[in-house]
Every structure is written in C-alpha cells, then in structure tokens.
C-alpha cells in the first residue's frame, strides 16, 4: 500500500521560511518522479514543483520560481519543499504526488498517488 505523509506546514510570516518534508512507503520510491502541488481555498489544484528520480534539474511553476526549492533522499524515501521569502499568496494546502512516468509533468492528473496534504498559512 502507498502513502504519502506531508508533515512541516504551519504558519509562516511574509518574507519567511518554512520546509515541508513527503516521506514515501510502499514504493521503489528512487524510480518515482515526486512533485509539489498546492490547492488555495476556491481555487483549483496547481503545480508547484517536481523532481525526477535521479533529483537534478528539477522544475518549478513561476509564481515560485527563486523561492522555492525541491529536493529529495532517496535513502530516506523523502522529498522536500523548501519555502523561502514566503507571500500571503502562497497560502495553500500542499501536496505532495508520485508517479513512475519518468516525465516532469506538471499536470496533477498524470499523478497516481497523493498525501493527505499539510496547511500553510503565510500572514502578511
């Protein structure tokens, strides 16, 4: 069975930091391709970021890019999202997804397994 815990949200303050962290279970979790999406409050799911297995180059949407960044352990079946220089805009519910496509997709469809999801809420 597989699952996804996001774990790290919280409150943050405009111009500041907070890490999300995704441990993975129930997957060969270093041949899957893991990405960040976000869902604010009326608002459809979006692309935040992805890495692919190997974790070079990975991608991210613009509102984020230069702020954001995504890494991952494949030792530790864990991918992070750091969040920098946060905006109230950012506020969201993050997830985090995989799938063994290979492929950066951006797309929250072409992703087969979610987490539950972690709050963050940044105040201005």
């Known amino acids: 069975q597989v699952q996804l815990v996001e774990s790290g949200g919280g409150l943050g303050r405009d111009g500041g930091s907070l890490r999300l962290s995704c441990a993975a279970s129930?997957?060969?979790?270093?041949?899957?391709?893991m990405a960040w999406f976000r869902q604010a409050p009326g608002k459809e799911r979006e692309f935040v970021g992805v890495?692919?297995?190997?974790?070079?180059?990975?991608s991210y949407a613009d509102p984020v890019k230069g702020r954001f960044t995504i890494a991952r352990d494949n030792a530790e079946n864990t991918v992070y999202l750091e969040m920098n220089s946060l905006k109230p805009e950012d506020t969201a519910i993050y997830y985090c997804?995989?799938?063994?496509?290979?492929?950066?997709?951006?797309?929250?469809?072409?992703?087969?397994?979610w987490g539950q999801g972690t709050q963050v809420t940044v105040s201005s």
């Open positions: 997804a995989a799938e063994s496509h290979g492929w950066p997709q951006k797309n929250p469809d072409a992703y087969h397994y």
């Open positions: 129930g997957l060969h979790f270093s041949m899957y391709t």
């Open positions: 890495i692919l297995w190997s974790g070079r180059e990975p």
